[in-house]
Structure formats: structure tokens, C-alpha cells
């Protein structure tokens, strides 16, 4: 078996065995985090963080999470709703009014956060990514593809241009600055949307699923390939998309920092948000089809929710669950991709800190 870095609670042990297993199975690194409240009862890693496996997978490694970053840009606007700066109950175009357009005037801030404001697809070149103002232009000129909070359908990329404009309307800030600033700063996280190139040399780029190469594109939860412009491996492993800030699905960090970050919603907020501001990410906004990626979902402001926990995965396998209830919080950070269909890593993880904590 791997031999694993770092440290654990021996009740939890199932978890640093469940990713041994996982990297013995042929998966390149990884790291996982569990965290009781403030207290980490597992921070592990292993295996290499290049794909020619010569570099080992360190402490400080970090990976880019992919749709795990829309947990971090939904509480940048958690933290701005609970200082009373953003209404998520007001209309876009309160706080940018070019969005109005094309008859958006009625779609709410939460619209935004609960994938239902009916701008689901990103239907510009790859490049544009890269290119903010251009970005979010062109989603201020789209008509929505049904009455905005009455379906949902993920907005795979569209989420963190559209939440992100508005947090930077009402803060003058980019979501990455505003985040370090606000959220990694204070927590003492390692994570970043949108990655210095100070930081490219401890970073594991994203490996392709077995008997995939770099052109391997980002499809739905069932497989199939999501409406749009399809994002391949190597335009999220160039250093354009690094240095962007695309606050949907570019940033980078570890499982010690996504849990530390995303742990303050099991910690009543922990000094980053009020307990009623923190609860607040579980409220459900929408419960039903998800248009896009054809399946029942439940979502909350800027959450996944499922059953008693929330929280999201990306890409390729990264993953963030929280159950505030048990103040539980699980995060598994990833190179290596396989096919959404066949992934159950993520699942595996979170049932072994269960038993941990049943232990």
C-alpha cells in the first residue's frame, strides 16, 4: 500500500485508507482533510503530483478544484449579505445595472447563487475566459433560456462570472482579491482563485482519465457533454486559465484549506459570517430536474444540499461536503480525473469520516 503523508485520528483511520486505496488503484496524488469544528482530525496526502510521477505530492501541493471554487465565490457573497452589503433577494440590476437587458430586469441575486437565472450555458470562445469585462458583457446580453426561478439547470462556468460581477459592483474588488482579503486571509487558508505564478511550481496539474489524453472535455454528472463552449483538460491546465480569475471553476488549493475555509458553515460561522448568516447557505431554493445535468438536485445559495449536509464537487473528482449538524467537514482534492460516471471517490470518503465519527 502508498505510504501516506501528514496525520490522523486513529477513529478516522478508515479515511487515510479509503485514498491509499484510491492511489494504489492507480491514481496519481491526492490529499484529503477532515475537520471536527475547528479541529482536524485527518490532513493526509500521497502519491505524485505530476503525471510522469516523479515529483512527489507535498504538504503544500495544491490542484486546481474546479467546480469546488463556486463554494468559495457563494461565501464571499454569504459574507457581503451578512454585513448587510448585498440583498440577495434584489434584483441583478440593482447593483449592475447593464444586466437588465434582454429581459433579465426580474432576476434576483439568489437566481444567481441557486442556478436558476436561466443563463446556464457559456457559449463564447475559450479565450474570453480570460477576459472579464468581455466575459461578463456578453452574459449581460443574453436573454434567459426559461423564467428566471422557475427551472434550474447548472451554471457550470456562467455561476462565477454572474455572482462574481455582482460582488465586484458592490465591493470595487475582484472575487479573488476580495476572497484572499476577506476569507483566505483571516482563516490563514492556502487557497487562491486564480493562481500567482509564484505558486506554479507546487502545482499538480489536472491528469486525464485513463485512456483520455488533454483534449478529454468537461461533460455532466451523467456523462454527456453540458450545452456550450467544451473545456478541455489542457485549456484548464494552461497558464492563462490559471492566472484568470474564474470564479466558477479556477481556484487552487488543497483539502486542508478547502476544509478550513468551508468549515467555518459547521462552526456557526466562526467569526467570518453571524450563526444566522452561515445557516443561511443551506436555505433551498430550488428542489426538482436540473435542466442541464439531468438529474434531481436540490439547491441552496451557492450549495449543493443533500439531505442534511451541502456543499459541491468539480471536475475530475475534487470534492466539499459540511454537515453542520455533526460540525463535520470533508474535502478531498485531486489531480487525477475519471469519468464523472464511474467517480464514487469523493462518496467513498465522506462514508468513512461518517464512521469515524460514529466510532
Not at 6 to 35: C, I, N, Q, W
Not at 108 to 137: F, I, K, Q, S
Not at 178 to 199: S, T
Amino acid at each position: 500500500m502508498v505510504d501516506l503523508q501528514g496525520s490522523y485520528d486513529e477513529g478516522f483511520s478508515a479515511v487515510p485508507r479509503a485514498l491509499a486505496a484510491m492511489l494504489d488503484d492507480g491514481d496519481v496524488g491526492g490529499s484529503v482533510a477532515v475537520f471536527v469544528e475547528a479541529e482536524p482530525v485527518v490532513d493526509v496526502w500521497g502519491g505524485s503530483a505530476d503525471r510522469d510521477r516523479t515529483v512527489p505530492w507535498q504538504r503544500n501541493t495544491i490542484a486546481n478544484v474546479f467546480s469546488v471554487t463556486k463554494t468559495m465565490t457563494a461565501l464571499c457573497a454569504l459574507v457581503l449579505a451578512d454585513r448587510g452589503e448585498l440583498d440577495l433577494s434584489a434584483p441583478v440590476c440593482r447593483y449592475w445595472p447593464e444586466f437588465a437587458a434582454a429581459g433579465k430586469e426580474s432576476v434576483l441575486v439568489r437566481h444567481l447563487l441557486a442556478h436558476t437565472a436561466g443563463l446556464p450555458d457559456w457559449t463564447g470562445p475559450v479565450e474570453e475566459l480570460y477576459d472579464w469585462p468581455a466575459a461578463t458583457a456578453r452574459l449581460a446580453a443574453l436573454a434567459p433560456q426559461w423564467e428566471p426561478g422557475t427551472a434550474a439547470g447548472y451554471h457550470s462556468l456562467t455561476f462565477g462570472f454572474l455572482v462574481g460581477e455582482v460582488l465586484r459592483r458592490v465591493t470595487g474588488a475582484t472575487v479573488g482579491d476580495f476572497f484572499a482579503a476577506e476569507v483566505a486571509g483571516p482563516l490563514g487558508a492556502d487557497f487562491a482563485i486564480g493562481l500567482p505564478v509564484e505558486d506554479d511550481a507546487r502545482l499538480a496539474l489536472a491528469v486525464p482519465p485513463p485512456s483520455r489524453d488533454e483534449d478529454h472535455t468537461a461533460g455532466a454528472a451523467g456523462g454527456s457533454p453540458t450545452a456550450g463552449t467544451p473545456i478541455r483538460v489542457r485549456d484548464a491546465n494552461s497558464p492563462a486559465w490559471r492566472r484568470a480569475q474564474i470564479p466558477a471553476a479556477g481556484g487552487f488549493g488543497n483539502a486542508r484549506s478547502v476544509a478550513l475555509v468551508q468549515s467555518v458553515l459547521a462552526r456557526g460561522g466562526a467569526g467570518l459570517l453571524s450563526a444566522a448568516g452561515a445557516a443561511r447557505a443551506g436555505q433551498e431554493q430550488f428542489s426538482g430536474e436540473d435542466r442541464v445535468l439531468g438529474m434531481p438536485v436540490r439547491y441552496g445559495l451557492g450549495y449543493g444540499l443533500f439531505g442534511s449536509s451541502l456543499g459541491w464537487g468539480g471536475w475530475g473528482g475534487s470534492l466539499v461536503m459540511v454537515d453542520p449538524g455533526r460540525r463535520l467537514t470533508v474535502a478531498y482534492v485531486t489531480s487525477q480525473m475519471r469519468e464523472p460516471a464511474d467517480d464514487l471517490r469523493g462518496l467513498e470518503l465522506v462514508t468513512a469520516a461518517y464512521a469515524g465519527l460514529a466510532g
